[in-house]
Structures are given as structure tokens and as C-alpha cells.
T-cell receptor, first 110, second 113 residues
Framework: DAKTTQPTSMDCAEGRAANLPCNHS???????VYWYRQIHSQGPQYIIH???NNETNEMASLIITEDRKSSTLILPHATLRDSAVYYC???????????FGGGTRLMVKP | GAGVSQSPSNKVTEKGKDVELRCDPI?????LYWYRQSLGQGLEFLIY????????KSGLPSDRFSAERTGGSVSTLTIQRTQQEDSAVYLC???????????FGPGTRLLVL
């Protein structure tokens, strides 16, 4: 699976949009971009995933660049409860497991 | 609907004892995964079950670790002769089919004294 690079930490003001970037320059054509988050020591929570097109659900939006080498997860109106570690994962259709990197620790501040 | 559930939520044991951790996947999910997360570390894949196929055990760290999945549903991860380095959060995930979105349970926090 392609390696991903994310900033170690980010801050965001409550009520503002949180934009979390991810670089995956070695991504190949059959690999999906997945986003999970982990709050404290809870199990990772699935947020969203995509292949080529931008995606939106009730939690977030995922913007994937045209060359697919990077993506951005957008939380439109961050709340204090969105403070967590956010993981960007690239997974091929051939792989069984998810490989989690270091993620981005998002701190939403009042 | 109900998510993935795991039990116990916390387990404290003495070095050398055996432990069993249980995972109930989402109903109807055919694929089940075990991971572990040591303090401050990322998730480490342990084992994967898909339907009636032979499990992918490539992530099991030693022969003290084993897992089974009975009836294509509930799974048990067993650690024999526990060591202090086994202390971690053990996470279970399931997906509807192979290579689809994985949904995680809350984990079992294991502490080996």
C-alpha cells in the first residue's frame, strides 16, 4: 500500500472548517483513500473514503486532487468533540489489512 | 444498527496466564480483522478471517497468539503465557465483504502485570 504523509498536529477554532491534508504521491490506480479518526483510546471511527471523485457524507468531505497524489479531509464546522487523531490511509483492493501511519492530531479550540 | 462489540473492555492478568478476548462483528459481515495498538503506537495487523477461507495469520507476532472464528460470526483471540509486552489495546473490525470498509469495535485494553 502507498505511504501517506500527514502533518503531526493541527489546531482549528470551534465552528470553523478543519482542513486536514494528506500526501500520497505514490498512490496507484486501484488504491482507495480512506480516512479514520481515533478519539483517546477508542477504536478508530470510519469517516469517509474515495477513489477519484470528491466525496461527501454527513461527517465530512473528501477532496482528491486530479492526479490523486494528495487529498484533503474537510470537517465543515468543527466542534470540540472533533478533537482526535485523524488517519489518512491508502489501501489497494488487493490488501486485507489497513496500515495506519502517525496521523494528524487535531485540536479544536473554543 | 449495532456496531462491533468486544469483551471484556479491560483485562488485567498476571504474566504467564492465558487470556481470551472476544469480538462480535456487525451482523452479516463476512470479514473480520484483529489489530493491536501498543501505547502511543499505530495499529498493528494480527489476523484476518473471510468467510470459510483459511485465515490470514501473517500478522500474529508469535505462536502464543491464536484466533478462531466460529460459525462465521463471533471470534476469539487467545494469548497463551502472556508477557508484559503483550499489554496493548486489542481491536477488532469487520467489513461486509473482503476489502470493503472496516468498522472497528471499542477494543479490549489488556494489561499484563
Amino acid at each position: 500500500d502507498a505511504k501517506t504523509t500527514q502533518p503531526t498536529s493541527m489546531d482549528c477554532a470551534e465552528g470553523r472548517a478543519a482542513n486536514l491534508p494528506c500526501n500520497h504521491s505514490t498512490i496507484s490506480g486501484n488504491e482507495y483513500v480512506y480516512w479514520y479518526r481515533q478519539i483517546h483510546s477508542q477504536g478508530p471511527q470510519y469517516i469517509i473514503h474515495g477513489l477519484k471523485n470528491n466525496e461527501t457524507n454527513e461527517m465530512a468531505s473528501l477532496i482528491i486532487t486530479e492526479d490523486r497524489k494528495s487529498s484533503t479531509l474537510i470537517l465543515p464546522h468543527a466542534t470540540l468533540r472533533d478533537s482526535a487523531v485523524y488517519y489518512c490511509i491508502v489501501r489497494s483492493n488487493a490488501g486485507n489489512m489497513l496500515t495506519f501511519g502517525g496521523g494528524t492530531r487535531l485540536m479544536v479550540k473554543p | 444498527g449495532a456496531g462491533v462489540s468486544q469483551s471484556p473492555s479491560n483485562k488485567v492478568t498476571e504474566k504467564g496466564k492465558d487470556v481470551e478476548l472476544r469480538c462480535d462483528p456487525i451482523s452479516g459481515h463476512t470479514a473480520l480483522y484483529w489489530y493491536r495498538q501498543s501505547l502511543g503506537q499505530g495499529l498493528e495487523f494480527l489476523i484476518y478471517f473471510q468467510g470459510n477461507s483459511a485465515p490470514d495469520k501473517s500478522g500474529l507476532p508469535s505462536d502464543r497468539f491464536s484466533a478462531e472464528r466460529t460459525g462465521g460470526s463471533v471470534s476469539t483471540l487467545t494469548i497463551q503465557r502472556t508477557q508484559q509486552e503483550d499489554s496493548a489495546v486489542y481491536l477488532c473490525a469487520s467489513s461486509l465483504r473482503a476489502r470493503e470498509t472496516q468498522y472497528f469495535g471499542p477494543g479490549t485494553r489488556l494489561l499484563v502485570l
